[in-house]
């Protein structure tokens, strides 16, 4: 039997996931964090990004979060995030075009637009399309 830990993934909205896992991995400000049973405390910023899932027996879940905190206790994991949601629940459609809106509005010099709103509407769209990607790659 491996060794797991529990790890709450949560949103403002709801919860998404709640059981025993046996490794996470989350994208930090400083890059990607893995995080195993019995790791060291911790708490940390999360950009926007995947946390992947690691459950016992070795199945992946894959989950898109907007950006926020991460808590790690050595048996228990925390993700609080801005918004969560599966990656299988995603619209690919509506992350692309997203993404599309955000690159015109920041290519447009002429528009008034608030640089750091398009360019953070920028970053989720390239996420939520990531977590997609990884899913897909997960599933074939």
């Known amino acids: ?7 709450d993934i949560v949103s403002a909205e709801k919860e998404i996931f709640s059981g025993v896992v046996e ?5 930090g400000e400083l890059g990607e964090l893995g ?7 911790l708490l940390a910023v999360l950009k926007p990004g995947e946390v992947r ?5 070795g199945q992946q879940e894959v989950y898109y979060i907007s950006g926020g905190m991460l808590e790690v206790q050595p048996f228990y994991v925390t993700v609080l995030a801005d918004t969560a949601e599966r990656a299988a629940d995603l619209d690919e459609a509506a992350a692309i075009a997203a993404k ?3 690159e015109e509005a920041i290519a447009n010099k002429n528009a008034e637009i608030d640089y750091s709103t398009a360019a ?7 996420a939520q399309i990531r977590a997609i990607q990884k899913l897909r790659k997960k599933i074939k």
């Open 35 to 41: 995080i195993a049973p019995g790791h060291a405390p």
């Open 120 to 126: 953070a509407e920028l970053t989720r769209a390239v």
């Open 1 to 7: 039997m491996a060794i797991t830990t529990h790890l």
């Open 53 to 57: 899932v690691t459950l016992p027996g």
């Open 100 to 102: 599309k809106r955000a």
């Open 23 to 27: 490794m996470v991995v989350a994208t």
